[in-house]
């Protein structure tokens, strides 16, 4: 059974720091792209992040670049989202993803495995 679960997500005050994780099992974690999207309440889907098998390559959308920072640990099975100097935009549901690909398409329908999501809301 393929299960991706996300956690690390709460509130935090804006300038702060979160660090989420996707823990995996049921697949081949070292075999897949790793990818984290988020949607904020009442948009759609935003394309936050990804990372490539090794962990040699990562990739960001602009509206994070230089905050954020993606990584894996293909021994634990699990990737990681470092969140610093959060701002009230990044307030959203966080979901982590699985590709063999790459992709840069903000729909569940462009990877093959998803996860169930994790809040963040920055708020002071």
């Known amino acids: 059974q393929v299960q991706l679960v996300e956690s690390g997500g709460g509130l935090v005050q804006p300038g702060g720091s979160l660090r989420l994780s996707c823990a995996v099992s049921g697949f081949t974690f070292s075999s897949y792209w790793m990818y984290w999207v988020r949607q904020a309440q009442g948009k759609g889907l935003e394309w936050v992040s990804a990372?490539?098998?090794?962990?040699?390559?990562?990739f960001y959308a602009d509206s994070v670049k230089g905050r954020f920072t993606i990584s894996r640990d293909n021994a634990k099975n699990t990737a990681y989202l470092q969140m610093n100097s959060l701002k009230p935009e990044d307030t959203a549901v966080y979901y982590c993803a699985a590709s063999s690909t790459w992709t840069k398409v903000p729909s569940s329908h462009a990877y093959g495995y998803w996860g169930q999501g994790t809040q963040v809301t920055v708020s002071s």
């Open positions: 990372i490539n098998h090794g962990g040699t390559g990562t």
